[in-house]
């Protein structure tokens, strides 16, 4: 996809590329946690595309999403 066909792209799809990009930036240590299976209960797959406003620190990453 270039940049032609996301300015063509539907706000659904555009919203929907949005939550992807921003798990690209997942700190390291929760990526890990995910892998292995230690992540909090509540955070599923669902539950990290529907983050309204991932903060960019990794350790704020942790607050919001229980690992503190």
């Known amino acids: 996809m270039d940049h032609t066909d996301l300015a063509s792209a539907s ?3 555009v919203r929907h590329l949005e939550r992807i990009a921003k798990l690209s930036y997942l ?3 929760i990526l890990r946690a995910i892998i292995r299976g230690e992540n ?3 955070l599923t797959a669902r ?3 529907r983050v309204a406003s991932l ?3 990794w ?3 942790r607050k919001v999403l229980g690992f503190a």
């Open 47 to 49: 539950y990290l595309s």
């Open 27 to 29: 700190d390291l240590f």
């Open 55 to 57: 903060p960019v620190s």
């Open 59 to 61: 350790g704020e990453q």
């Open 11 to 13: 706000p659904t799809h």
């Open 40 to 42: 909090p209960q509540h």
